[in-house]
């Protein structure tokens, strides 16, 4: 507005020099006066607004604006009233003739009233430049000086009267300074501050260096990171090489990762250079940014941590494991490596019969154990609850040494002492490309070879290991089946008293596989006692005899048939009660039904199992105790166990080969057996000696290939029961 408002003055003036003409020269003044109270309403405008007026003194502008309009109407009463001023003629002004002004009172006025609102308008400034803050002040103090200088340079003009008037220009430079400092103008300083504000209280350490790559400027951040002083700005670039070694702090934008020290006093950083270019887009400078990253960086490792770690042990979870040792084959391709299978046994009870702490506790010493052996190229962590899992170079493994490790591996903790039963199933890698979830299955599948848990606690895994669990597969899937269809069933063999008169039969389980033939015990009963599935067999080899006998006594031959139970059975049923409701449901006199058991039975439970075993004599059924002298039981325990009937087996006496001293044990073994009115029988005679001789010590009954192998349910009634 004040530059538009400029142009009707400089117009007239410019009216005023350059006409030779009185009435042009009167119209020009015309002119420039009714546009100095124009500029001087448009500068009080700008200068409410400029200054922040807006809402002070409404009546003061009231009363200035009204007098700038009746300095105007003033004006245009001059023609007609000759108020304000006149022309006067001079000749000889730079050679032409020149229309000076002659004022009279209105021109007065008119001066009065521009002069005065110019004061104001300077008051309003000056109050401006004392008040604001210093970066403000800037801003008014220079429009302050030039209208100063405009003013001066006016009043000069005015009383000197000169003919020409330039202080318009004055003017000029005023106003477009207003309009500068109205559009475009900002408070570099203050930008400056803020940003420097801002550049201070960020986080990061910033660095500032001009395009010689010296640094200028650095904030606080930066100056306590660098340990340089305030104002020393020159010595952060050698500071920051001190710290990060030569990192390439020179050089167009990058950024970086920068790791210091170790252990706990790790800090991590990151590093971002970035260059200022000016308007022109040449590098004006740069700037380095480091920011802190330790605390993020660590809580990152800790989730990490925390994810592929296990809480209790500390070792890896199993699917970080995996992951750890599908690296390390990868990596070492050329080496090679077992996967360990790392069991504890008995943790069940360790948890049951102590606590859940002390179980804690010994998994924490296993793991512990584990750790102290890793050296180069160890992988190692927990599969679940109690089983952890190591891969190590095959040369790294040394059986005898862990299994005498193993052998009296003991925990404590106060005055608990455990000693904790660990099993190694150890699996070769011969093909790293395999799953390593297989590996371990396999290395898993090598476990179920330990027989001796107590003697033997590393097992390996071959690939027979592997048909056997398949084949346990394949039959386990098809035991049902095979029941029902009476693939399964019992073959008998003949027991003969001292005579060779058969008194009695073994029932023993045969499999008429439609596919694989023939199948012994030795191929299937092993499997079921493993996994439980003995009890489906047991009850349908116990049926079958009890189904024979209720045809032998229809047919009124009064044979008895033993059967065998396993130890497994005693844990899923009651043996006794399901033993009694079949000879109940087939009309059976319980004494035709023989029951063998094993000395195993009585390894566990074994006031629990004697009491059954009573039962069972109570109840008028006859306990045999098969296999006796092929485990446990010593001579001693004889006298407590109430068994009718005692199984020798050939095999197992004359074991070692010495038949002399396998003569005396049997001898001494029949004469304790009669004493304590146990009646003994030998099984696995295979010659017409054997028997002699056994006969000879008094031995009762007979069972062997010598009398007849085991034969089918039909053969036995045909050549025996005619
Ligand atoms: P066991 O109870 O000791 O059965 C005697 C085993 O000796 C039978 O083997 C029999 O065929 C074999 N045998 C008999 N006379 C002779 C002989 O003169 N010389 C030799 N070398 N062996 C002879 P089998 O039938 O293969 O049974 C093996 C084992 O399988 C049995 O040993 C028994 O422990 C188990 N078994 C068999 N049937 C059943 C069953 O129905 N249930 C359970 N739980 N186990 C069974
Ligand atoms: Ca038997
Ligand atoms: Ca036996």
Known sequence: MITAALIPPVFGNLLIVSTSMELVATIGCYIYFIGMDMVMYALLRFTVKYCDFQKKFPLLRGIIDTLLIMDVIQFLCNPFFGNAFTTERLDDVYGKAYYRLVPFLGQTYHRVVCYGVLLAIMIVFLVKIIRSPKIYAERYSIIFFTLIVAAVWQTLYIFSRTPIDRSMIGFGISGVLMFYFSLYYRPLKLLDRMLANIASEMPEALFFFDANEKCIWANDPAISFAGIEQGEFGTATEKLLEVFGNIGLEGPEWSSRQVIGSGDETRYYALEKRTVVDDRGRAAGSFLSIRDNTEEQKRIQREIYNATHDSLTGLYTREYLYERIRHKLEDKRDMEFYVVFVDVKNFKIVNDIFSSSFGDFALQRIADWIRSGDTENWVYGRLAGDTFGVCLPVEAFHEQELEEILS????????????????????????????????????????????????????????????????????????????????????????????????????????????????????????????????????????????????????????????????????????????????????????????????????????????????????????????????????????????????????????????????????????????????????GVETEDQFRMLARMHCILFQGYHFAKPMSVEEFEDTFLQ
């Open 408 to 683: 009296r591996f003991v925990v404590r903790r106060n005055n608990v002492e455990y000693h904790i039963l660990i099993h190694l199933g150890v699996y070769k890698i011969t093909d790293p490309n395999i799953e390593v979830s297989v590996m371990f299955d396999r290395a898993h599948l090598a476990l179920s070879t330990i027989r001796d848990e107590y003697q033997k606690h590393i097992a390996y895994y071959d690939d027979d290991l592997r048909k056997k669990v398949l084949w346990s597969q394949h039959i386990s899937s098809e035991l049902h089946d095979a029941i029902r269809e009476m693939h399964l069933r019992p073959y008998l063999q003949p027991i003969v008293d001292k005579e060779g008169k058969i008194v009695g039969a073994e029932a023993l389980a045969r499999w008429i596989h439609p596919k694989d033939g023939f199948l012994s015990p030795g191929a299937f009963i092993p499997v079921f006692e493993k996994n439980g599935m003995i009890v489906e067999v047991d009850k349908h080899m116990w049926r079958c005899a009890c189904e024979i006998l209720s045809r032998w006594s229809e047919k009124g031959k009064r044979l008895f048939i033993s059967v065998n139970i396993s130890p497994k059975d005693f844990y899923f049923m009651d043996v006794f009660d399901e033993i009694r409701m079949l000879t109940e449901d087939y009309g059976i006199d319980p004494s035709l039904l023989r029951i063998e058991i094993t000395e195993t039975v009585m390894m566990t439970e074994a006031e629990e199992r004697m009491r059954i075993l009573q039962q069972f004599r109570d109840a008028g059924y006859i306990v045999e105790m098969d296999d006796f002298g092929s485990g446990y039981s010593s001579l001693n325990m004889l006298k407590d166990m109430p068994v009718d009937v005692l199984k020798l087996d050939m095999k197992f006496l004359a074991r070692g080969g010495d038949d002399e001293r396998a003569q005396t044990i049997i001898q001494n073994i029949i004469h304790l057996s009669d004493d304590l009115g146990i009646v003994s029988l030998t099984e």
